[in-house]
């Protein structure tokens, strides 16, 4: 591996209203490399006055800039320009990205190959917002026009800082909304080089700003902020809660995607191999911190032994180290205090009675020593009732339940206040299909795990979330819809 672990400190500005700019206050953040815990970076701490700065300054751009009245042509360049300038600038946003987040490298570099089809997929989408026209009755004409809903506030997690950045931004400008992200306080980094790439395609003043900054403050801002017509949110569901009390002052329009706590149904007709692989990936890529990891597992009780030790004997190969590392699969949790919840969640796995059959610990080693890894962890013998059966741990930690049927299989995994993601292995296609139709999720696999696509709907049933991203529903969520009916006759209406 040529790159090396090193890297020296950059002091980074957001941008707002066209320019790049510090805080307000002075106020600025420590970013820490979590494989290392060395200072990385430091960014603007962005709080009320900063984000008040960008909303008016996004408000502005919509209300009298020209972006809502541009072509929708002249959006979609602009899209497939920043998807050309995320591609040139890949190897950096991919190795920015693993600094920051701890992903490892080959995971990064997926999602910023992802992130540019996103782009390029809206760029695409601008120029095909159609609406309806209907001939109703024979004297008038009534059309359906789709228009841009206005400003878009965006908040985003620290598991996907590019990706998710793209998923908001993307869909916003191509249908001539407004933007103001927000990325997660941890992993600012590659949403303030995007803000950079997109200044340079030439996003107008205030049509895109990005502001760095915590959710205390700059994210109530967004949330509360009367002149934000739009809320799109990706995190935890409880705070998903508090935006959606914080966005009813002016009933923005909300789109939230939220937790998971997502069922694997392995059967034992499945491809054991297959599934055994899947399963590990499921519940172990992005060191488990993804919310629609398969954090739950469900084994046909007459394999389940089979399986368990199937994971375990391939547990060495999950190699741990910094993302940037040679062959490495799993990076550092992205904090200590991440790791800390994450280990409390263990402590209360092996305190309710599950059986740890692998990790649960710190890896020993100098080169962990300063680092937030944790080993990738599973727990056998898990009861539903448990913890963590039923919450959602967002990393390294997979607990196996055993089913003895379809039928026990469908209600295990329907038992969770969560609905976003859902697997299931078998070769029996007719009872795959039949499984899948009856799982309370939003999006579900059948003989895999996880590949999802930016054509396809993304989001959540129950408290998983509300609305969808991406695909042709993506971007609707940032378009209102009028209607306009037109008299064709000449003679007064003569009502009274
Ligand atoms: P989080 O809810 O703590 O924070 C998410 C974002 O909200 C951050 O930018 C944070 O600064 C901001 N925020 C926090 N409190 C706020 C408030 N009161 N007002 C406004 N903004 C506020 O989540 P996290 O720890 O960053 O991410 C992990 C969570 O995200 C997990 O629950 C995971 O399942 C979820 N997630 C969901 C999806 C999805 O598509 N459904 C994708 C990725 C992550």
Request: proline residues 5%; contains cysteine.
């Given at each position: 591996m040529k790159t090396s672990v090193k890297s020296s400190v950059k002091t980074y500005e957001m941008l707002i209203n066209g320019k790049f700019v510090k805080a307000r206050n002075g106020g600025v953040r420590d970013i820490l490399d979590p494989a290392s815990g060395e200072l990385l970076a430091v960014v603007p701490e962005a709080g009320r006055a900063d984000v008040k700065l960008a909303v008016e300054a996004a408000r502005k751009a919509f209300d009298e800039g020209p972006w809502r009245k541009t072509t929708a042509q002249d959006r979609g360049k602009l899209l497939f320009k920043i998807g050309d300038l995320i591609r040139a600038n890949a190897k950096a946003l991919a190795e920015l990205e693993v600094r920051n987040m701890g992903k490892p490298l080959a995971e990064a570099e997926y999602d910023v190959a992802d992130a540019a089809n996103c782009f390029e997929f809206y760029g695409g989408l601008a120029t095909k917002i159609h609406?309806?026209?209907?001939?109703?009755?024979?004297?008038?004409?009534?059309?359906?026009?789709?228009?841009?809903?206005?400003?878009?506030?965006?908040?985003?997690?620290?598991?996907?800082?590019?990706?998710?950045?793209?998923?908001?931004?993307?869909?916003?400008?191509?249908?001539?909304?407004?933007?103001?992200?927000?990325?997660s306080e941890l992993t600012p980094l590659t949403a303030l080089f995007l803000a950079r790439l997109m200044h340079e395609a030439g996003a107008p003043a205030g049509v895109v700003n990005v502001v760095s900054g915590p959710g205390a403050g700059a994210g109530e801002e967004l949330?509360?902020?009367?002149?934000?017509?739009?809320?799109?949110?990706?995190?935890?569901?409880?705070?998903?809660?508090?935006?959606?009390?914080?966005?009813?002052?002016?009933?923005?329009?909300?789109?939230?995607?939220?937790?998971?706590?997502?069922p694997n149904i392995v059967f034992a007709d499945a491809d054991?191999?297959?599934?055994?692989?899947?399963?590990?990936?499921?519940?172990?890529?992005?060191?488990?911190?993804?919310?629609?990891?398969?954090?739950?597992?469900?084994?046909?009780?007459?394999?389940?032994?089979?399986?368990?030790?199937?994971?375990?004997?391939?547990i060495p190969r999950i190699k741990l180290g910094h993302g940037l590392g040679a062959g490495v699969k799993m990076g550092p949790l992205v904090s200590a205090a991440h790791r800390d919840k994450v280990e409390a969640m263990i402590k209360a796995g092996v305190h309710e009675g599950a059986k740890l059959v692998c990790g649960g610990g710190r890896p020993k080693g100098a080169e962990f020593a300063k680092g937030f890894f944790l080993e990738p962890t599973i727990f056998d013998e898990v009861k539903p009732t448990m913890r963590i059966a039923?919450?959602?741990?967002?990393?390294?930690?997979?607990?196996?339940?055993?089913?003895?049927?379809?039928?026990?299989?469908?209600?295990?995994?329907?038992?969770?206040?969560?609905?976003?993601?859902?697997?299931?292995?078998?070769?029996?296609?007719?009872?795959?299909?039949?499984?899948?139709?009856?799982?309370?999720?939003?999006?579900?696999?059948?003989?895999?795990?996880?590949?999802?696509?930016?054509?396809?709907?993304?989001?959540?049933?129950?408290?998983?979330?509300?609305?969808?991203?991406?695909?042709?529903?993506?971007?609707?969520?940032?378009?209102?819809?009028?209607?306009?009916?037109?008299?064709l006759d000449e003679a007064p209406l003569g009502w009274y």
């Amino acid at each position: 591996m040529k790159t090396s672990v090193k890297s020296s400190v950059k002091t980074y500005e957001m941008l707002i209203n066209g320019k790049f700019v510090k805080a307000r206050n002075g106020g600025v953040r420590d970013i820490l490399d979590p494989a290392s815990g060395e200072l990385l970076a430091v960014v603007p701490e962005a709080g009320r006055a900063d984000v008040k700065l960008a909303v008016e300054a996004a408000r502005k751009a919509f209300d009298e800039g020209p972006w809502r009245k541009t072509t929708a042509q002249d959006r979609g360049k602009l899209l497939f320009k920043i998807g050309d300038l995320i591609r040139a600038n890949a190897k950096a946003l991919a190795e920015l990205e693993v600094r920051n987040m701890g992903k490892p490298l080959a995971e990064a570099e997926y999602d910023v190959a992802d992130a540019a089809n996103c782009f390029e997929f809206y760029g695409g989408l601008a120029t095909k917002i159609h609406g309806e026209t209907m001939s109703v009755p024979a004297n008038s004409m009534s059309f359906v026009v789709r228009e841009p809903i206005g400003v878009c506030g965006q908040i985003i997690p620290w598991n996907y800082p590019l990706l998710m950045s793209a998923w908001k931004i993307a869909p916003a400008l191509a249908s001539g909304c407004t933007v103001v992200l927000k990325p997660s306080e941890l992993t600012p980094l590659t949403a303030l080089f995007l803000a950079r790439l997109m200044h340079e395609a030439g996003a107008p003043a205030g049509v895109v700003n990005v502001v760095s900054g915590p959710g205390a403050g700059a994210g109530e801002e967004l949330a509360e902020s009367p002149l934000v017509d739009k809320l799109a949110f990706t995190g935890g569901t409880a705070t998903g809660r508090k935006i959606a009390l914080a966005a009813v002052g002016n009933l923005k329009k909300l789109t939230l995607e939220l937790g998971g706590k997502n069922p694997n149904i392995v059967f034992a007709d499945a491809d054991f191999d297959s599934a055994v692989d899947g399963a590990l990936f499921a519940a172990f890529a992005n060191q488990g911190e993804v919310c629609s990891a398969g954090s739950r597992l469900l084994v046909e009780k007459s394999i389940k032994k089979r399986f368990v030790a199937a994971m375990l004997a391939k547990i060495p190969r999950i190699k741990l180290g910094h993302g940037l590392g040679a062959g490495v699969k799993m990076g550092p949790l992205v904090s200590a205090a991440h790791r800390d919840k994450v280990e409390a969640m263990i402590k209360a796995g092996v305190h309710e009675g599950a059986k740890l059959v692998c990790g649960g610990g710190r890896p020993k080693g100098a080169e962990f020593a300063k680092g937030f890894f944790l080993e990738p962890t599973i727990f056998d013998e898990v009861k539903p009732t448990m913890r963590i059966a039923r919450e959602e741990i967002f990393g390294p930690v997979l607990s196996v339940l055993e089913f003895k049927d379809e039928a026990e299989a469908i209600r295990l995994a329907n038992d969770t206040e969560y609905g976003l993601a859902a697997g299931v292995w078998t070769l029996n296609v007719n009872k795959g299909i039949r499984v899948l139709k009856e799982l309370r999720a939003g999006i579900t696999w059948l003989n895999t795990y996880h590949p999802t696509f930016n054509e396809m709907p993304w989001g959540g049933y129950k408290q998983s979330g509300n609305g969808r991203e991406l695909g042709l529903y993506g971007i609707q969520a940032y378009l209102e819809t009028k209607q306009i009916n037109i008299n064709l006759d000449e003679a007064p209406l003569g009502w009274y």
